[in-house]
């Protein structure tokens, strides 16, 4: 990395951090470095969630701020332009709708994105559409509604995806009881912003299974999963199957033991061809 590009660091609560890198501490390796607290003022709850380096400031396209409440929004790079301040004091890119939202990812996505999203929420709802229906807005607006939630359910993550590829897309998510489950996208039809969408998971009356992670690949890969507890598995995607919208999956893990699953993401990719045997579905 240059050291004349800049770093804009995006928090759980909707703030941005602007770092210039050759401000940055200059630290030698295994070095604890310098803590953002001890300069901004981020609350103790606060976390980084997203860090881009920007090389020119100005360049043009967008970032997309997704909320964990159902609220999504656009914005400009030319619109959160390093102020005198940035030293001391974190810049606002959302207003936050209550206590509780908060800000689960930020992509970064071209100003006329042809791309389209597709959001999955912890009881396993899905909905896509294309992402120029998000509008761009300035730092201190919500934005507009990205999903139709129930009253009790948020929004876990969401894929980023080019029409073009889409038929190629495999869908694979965790549930907190351990259960794994992969799908193609094409299960998921276009639709517009802010509808409910279509359950992924079969809904059981007791013990129902609810969505935790998600990752999204176009060949089979190695998905990396740590829990709760900080173990770390390995889940090879062509040891199971494809299902469709009314399976639950098969264990990889017991959530009692092994902790909660918190975070799938992709490792290496593998050879395509599945040798899938012995899974206990559900």
């Known amino acids: 990395m240059s050291t004349l590009s800049n770093l804009y660091l995006f928090t759980n609560k909707g703030n941005l951090v602007y770092r210039p890198v050759h401000e940055l501490l200059d ?51 030319s619109q959160i332009q390093p102020t005198r301040t940035y030293k001391s004091r974190a810049a606002t890119v959302i ?9 689960i990812r930020v992509s970064q996505v071209s100003a006329q994105s042809s791309q389209q999203i597709v959001l999955f929420t912890h009881r396993a709802y899905a909905v896509r559409y294309r992402v120029d229906e998000i509008s761009t807005s300035g730092p201190h607006a919500v934005g507009v509604k990205s999903i139709n939630l129930k009253p009790d359910d948020y929004v876990v ?41 279509i359950l992924v998971l ?18 089979n890969h190695e ?26 999956g098969s264990f990889v ?8 699953p918190l975070v799938l993401s992709l490792g290496r990719p593998l050879p395509d061809g599945r040798h899938y045997q012995n899974e206990t579905l559900l």
């Open 27 to 77: 630290t030698k390796w295994k070095e604890t470095g310098q803590h953002l607290s001890q300069e901004v003022g981020l609350a103790s709850d606060e976390q980084i969630v997203r860090v881009f380096e920007v090389p020119d400031l100005k360049a043009s396209f967008n970032f997309l701020i997704i909320t964990n409440d159902g609220y999504a929004k656009q914005v400009s790079l």
């Open 95 to 103: 207003k936050l709708k209550s206590e509780k939202s908060r800000v």
């Open 157 to 197: 993550d969401f894929l980023l995806i080019s029409p073009q590829f889409s038929d190629s897309i495999t869908v694979g998510l965790i549930t907190q009881r351990g259960a794994f489950k992969q799908f193609k996208l094409d299960l998921i039809a276009l639709s517009s912003r802010a509808k409910r969408g």
């Open 202 to 219: 079969r809904e059981l009356k007791t013990k129902p299974h609810r969505i935790q992670a998600v990752a999204g690949y176009g060949q």
């Open 223 to 248: 998905l990396k999963l740590t829990t709760s507890s900080q173990r770390h598995f390995v889940i090879n995607t062509n040891d199971y199957p494809l299902g469709d919208r009314y399976s639950n």
């Open 253 to 260: 893990l017991d959530p009692v033991t092994d902790g909660t």
